[in-house]
């Protein structure tokens, strides 16, 4: 199974984010002109990862224990079930903990009044992978899952997730290109309630497109399309694309400019590093780095198999639906 395709996408976007998150990690909060003058350019790693990571190692836990299927309500009960990574959650996602730890909400409406950040769309490429080639599916749950952290007037931190999840599910198609995996994460969200994020990406890739160069892009996206947060999906997200897009799609120019990009380093890099490793696999990363990662966290081979069960495991149950419907024709 390893050598087969899905396997080598599922590693390929788990370590994919890991490696980002773990590189954009020392950098993170600085200007880019901060990073060269101290680090020239950021291209390898040490560690396994920050909150970024540790989010997305509760998706999973909450998708692996319910085989495949799941709402807000088992998101939320997976946060309860690990609240050792405490200390590393963000304010929106501490918020949301309190609410459901002293029961003063439903998991459906525990996002409502947290601040705006990347917390749901850094950690979603889980939602993606198991809703391998079918990116409206993807968005369509993610919206579900991703209400945990943010809703209501932050609803757009919400859609941010639903792109990412949709971009993750498109890169898993086996002939998809940069551009359908782009188009991909706005395709599926509410074309009026989401008009924010749309927007935002929309005028982002318009940038990427028209100046085709990833200093000048950066340098202009400084100028323009930063927000008074640098945690805010709204710059992150797009940023993420548009950086997917310069690196024509590959795992390592994604990742290194995702690191050197400045701002929340990590969070945009563990974006661009998964959905790269999933259009490309775990054989477009560097050969060093996958050895980094196997020595440091050879759990995520694990984690990797046991989402590509679940991914033939929902076929299985598509397959079922599909001939229950044949047998009404």
């Known amino acids: 199974m390893k050598d087969s395709s899905i396997y080598k996408k599922v590693y390929g976007c788990l370590i994919g984010g890991l490696i980002g998150d773990a590189m954009g990690a020392p950098v993170e909060t600085k200007h880019y002109k901060e990073i060269e003058k101290e680090y020239g350019q950021v291209d390898d790693f040490e560690g396994d990862g920050t909150d970024d990571s540790a989010i997305k190692l509760i998706l999973c836990e909450a998708i692996i224990s319910n085989n495949g299927y799941i709402t807000a309500d088992e998101f939320a009960e997976a946060f309860l079930n690990n609240n050792q990574y405490y200390n590393l959650f963000y304010i929106p996602v501490r918020n949301m903990f309190h609410k459901l730890k002293s029961s003063v909400v439903l998991p459906v409406n525990a996002g409502m009044g947290n601040m705006q950040s990347s917390s749901s769309a850094m950690s979603i490429s889980p939602m993606g992978l198991i809703n391998a080639c079918n990116p409206r599916q993807a968005a369509l749950e993610t919206y579900d899952v991703a209400g945990l952290i943010h809703s209501g007037d932050t609803n757009f931190c919400r859609d941010a997730a639903c792109a990412m999840a949709a971009a993750v599910a498109e890169a898993m198609k086996p002939e998809t290109t940069v551009e359908e995996i782009i188009c991909a994460a706005t395709k599926y969200l509410h074309k009026t309630s989401s008009k924010v994020m749309i927007s935002r990406i929309q005028e982002v890739m318009d940038l990427a497109k028209s100046v085709n160069d990833y200093r000048t892009f950066?340098?202009?996206?400084?100028?323009?399309?930063?927000?008074?947060?640098?945690?805010?999906?709204?710059?992150?997200v797009p940023c993420v694309l548009a950086l997917f897009y310069l690196a024509d799609g590959d795992p390592v120019k994604s990742i290194i400019y995702g690191a050197n990009f400045g701002r929340d380093a990590d969070t945009i890099?563990?974006?661009?590093?998964?959905l790269a490793g999933a259009y490309k696999g775990v054989d477009g990363l560097r050969p060093e780095w996958v050895e980094k990662v196997k020595a440091n966290s050879p759990m995520q081979e694990e984690l990797a198999q046991k989402l590509v069960d679940i991914i033939l495991l929902r076929r299985e149950d598509m397959k079922k639906s599909m001939d229950l419907v044949e047998g009404l024709i």
Do not use: I, P, W
């Open 269 to 274: 890099a563990t974006m661009v590093g998964a």
């Open 218 to 236: 950066r340098e202009q996206f400084y100028e323009s399309f930063l927000c008074e947060d640098l945690c805010d999906s709204r710059e992150t």
